[in-house]
């Protein structure tokens, strides 16, 4: 069993919710990895998953600045990061250090908790979605952007929460 960290928006938990199961964009998630241990000289398994969850974090904004956001107005602009617990998920150094690829679709049973931004990210998020390419490429005044939304702290829910959760906002 793997813990990944799956980039997703408020709209995909939506369908996690209607459908019971959730099949993340690529089938590409973050985790604890080989490649991601050895990039790394100091730092427990808890630390390493931290990097792995913000790396989902941060392709969540992608995955936000790609959406029809006319799609769910109601929801604003929110960073995503389901974690679960799957098998089969492969790592992809290819791509990235904690990059894995999934097996399959994300039953709402293997979902561990979901981490959720707060609604006083919103705007912070909504610039970054505007820059998070050129700050992938390098633009520092972008990785400046990009940094006050990963600034903010996403708020931990249980599986259980997720109906609730999504009635409330």
């Given amino acids: 069993m793997t813990r990944v960290y799956v980039p997703a928006t408020l709209g995909m938990l939506q369908r996690l919710v209607a459908e019971n199961e959730l099949d993340a964009v690529g089938r590409t998630a973050f985790a604890v990895t080989p490649t991601l241990r050895e990039s790394y000289t100091s730092g427990d398994d808890d630390e390493l998953a931290e990097v792995a969850m913000s790396e989902a ?6 995955l936000l600045a790609a959406e029809d956001t006319g799609a769910t107005p109601e929801f604003g602009t929110r960073r995503v990061v389901i974690a ?3 098998e089969g998920a492969t ?15 994300i039953p709402m049973s293997a979902v561990a908790s979901v981490h959720v931004d707060l609604k006083a990210a919103e705007a912070d998020v909504a610039r970054a979605m505007e820059v998070v390419d050129a700050a992938d490429l390098g633009d520092e005044e972008a990785e ?3 940094g006050d939304a990963e600034d903010h702290e996403l708020a931990w829910y249980a599986a259980q929460e997720l109906q609730f959760l999504l009635e409330l906002l």
């Fill in 144 to 146: 400046f952007v990009l």
């Fill in 91 to 105: 790592p992809r150094p290819d791509l990235d250090d904690a990059v894995v690829r999934l097996a399959g679709p």
């Fill in 84 to 86: 679960a617990d799957v």
């Fill in 57 to 62: 974090a941060r392709a969540s904004v992608r």
